[in-house]
């Protein structure tokens, strides 16, 4: 009997774990990383990015996403929001290693001056789902982060 509820309480162990591993999989796949399975990333002076990624069935094909909707300006900074092209010049794809890829720009402040170039990490933001690109915000893995790193909202956080 014993024997019996230890292998069943294995199974059910198991069981679980595999359920987490399947979850954290899906979570970190859906919150960024396109590049890695994508080629000739380039941006257009209107904020259009696009390249040519894997689509799961050993092809490739073309992929495009308007990043102008989803990326802003505020005070000549690259930020979450819209509309970033209306306000920038000199929009191009940047790469900084594997992890840290997106656009690059010089953008107005709000004293109409040109500020110097800013830098938005499209990489930690786009996903690859099947050939087609998406947007994805991620909060909830940024949290995560920004909790390790150990500040919140620049509130210091215990790291136990």
Known sequence: MAAQSSAHAA?????VLCIFALLF?????????????CDG????????????????????SR???????????????????????N????????????ANQGVAAECKKRDGSVGSTTLYNVQRRVVNNRGNLAFNNCRRRSLLEAVN??????????NM
């Not at 999989?25 to 399975?37: E, I, R, T, V, Y």
């Not at 941006?43 to 050993?58: D, E, F, H, I, P």
């Not at 308007?66 to 802003?72: E, F, Q, R, T, W």
Request: hydrophobic residues 35%.
């Open 11 to 15: 199974y059910t162990a198991a069981t």
């Open 25 to 37: 999989s899906f979570a970190k796949a859906d919150c960024g990383g396109f590049a890695l399975s």
């Open 41 to 60: 990333i380039s941006v257009s002076a209107q904020g259009g990015l696009s390249c040519t990624c894997k689509n799961g069935q050993g092809g490739f």
């Open 63 to 85: 992929a495009s996403l308007n990043l102008n909707s989803y990326i802003g300006n505020t005070d000549g900074n690259l930020v979450d929001g819209a509309r970033f092209a």
């Open 87 to 98: 306000s920038c010049n000199n929009i191009r794809w940047y790469q900084l290693g594997t």
């Open 149 to 158: 790193a150990g500040t919140v909202d620049g509130r210091k956080m215990l």
